[in-house]
């Protein structure tokens, strides 16, 4: 396998990524060789991951996974890439490094991977996501630099992390919330399902208010949802929603654009019967999306 690896087969996921080998524990001389194989490294020649998408360790849980291991010993190797001679990275396993180092061990079996930055940053990206408990807000993270950094589109992302594109969108979006909003899902104070709602809510302000009663008031998710629902039927200055709207027609129109753009489509007329259709938009692929609808 050459140092320059060509991007797996879409839809081979993370087993084109990280096919296993059965275990080895090769000598000294022949460590430059090693690929796809495991063995006992010591901890002082294995350095942290800077592309590790967790950015919080719990130091509780690093304790009771320390002490699993001291009972059990470690199941699964991490995995990490060789640097140099005695020099190795992580790929995916540093709760497992961390929890060894805080028990003295001086060695830990590993798995030992070839592989340039791109694709380490999309090994340890992948394998995080799949395999370690990250919050929102950091597989929202992860998502995006998979996209941004390792060229991946949304449906390639998709089949890579075994999620389907709605589901991988609806983290995206998170990443447009306020930063407080933001915090708060990370620190777990508001739930996923508060934040999708809060985020059909164009105007920051308002995503704010919401944010704000929801903490205060405790407010279940189908609260906020109403709440949104108010805004989003609220019109702008100078249009009123049609009062067309009451018609059957006119709603089964509404309805029909909705579901045909796969967002929710609004109707505003004026006095003078002028007026607009709205379709919002929550990315740029979102965008794109709806604009091959428009002109196949």
Request: one cysteine or more; charged letters at 30%.
């Amino acid at each position: 396998m050459s140092d320059k690896m060509k991007k797996p087969a879409m839809g081979r996921g993370l087993s084109a990524l990280l096919s296993d080998a059965p275990p080895s524990h090769p000598s000294t001389e022949e460590a430059s060789n090693l690929v796809n194989s495991v063995s006992e490294l010591p901890l002082e020649e294995i350095e942290a991951n800077a592309a590790q998408p967790r950015t919080y360790f719990d130091d509780e849980a690093l304790k009771e996974l320390a002490e699993s291991i001291k009972v059990q010993g470690i199941i699964q190797p991490i995995t990490v890439r060789r640097l140099s001679e005695k020099e190795y990275q992580i790929i995916s396993g540093e709760r497992r490094f961390r929890a060894s180092k805080i028990l003295g061990l001086k060695t830990i079996p590993a798995y030992i991977r070839t592989a340039d930055d791109q694709q380490m940053l999309e090994m340890a990206l992948i394998e995080n996501i799949q395999r370690e408990n990250l919050n929102a807000i950091e597989i929202s993270l992860s998502y995006q630099r998979l996209i941004s950094e390792c060229n991946l589109k949304q449906e390639e992302l998709g089949e890579r992390v075994g999620k389907n594109r709605t589901t991988v969108n609806n983290y995206l979006r998170l990443l447009r919330l306020p930063p407080v909003i933001q915090a708060s899902i990370r620190d777990q104070k508001l739930s996923m399902g508060h934040a999708r709602a809060i985020i059909n809510v164009e105007k920051t302000e308002d995503q704010l208010a919401i944010f704000k009663k929801v903490l205060n008031e405790e407010l279940s998710v189908r609260k906020v949802e109403d709440l949104v629902r108010a805004i989003a039927n609220k019109p702008e200055k100078g249009l009123k929603k049609s009062k067309s709207a009451e018609n059957v027609e006119l709603k089964q129109l509404q309805s029909r654009l909705s579901s045909h753009f796969g967002t929710k489509i609004n109707i505003y007329t004026n006095e003078h019967l002028k007026g607009e259709i709205k379709i919002p938009f929550v990315s740029k692929d979102d965008l794109n999306r709806i604009l091959e609808i428009i002109n196949p």
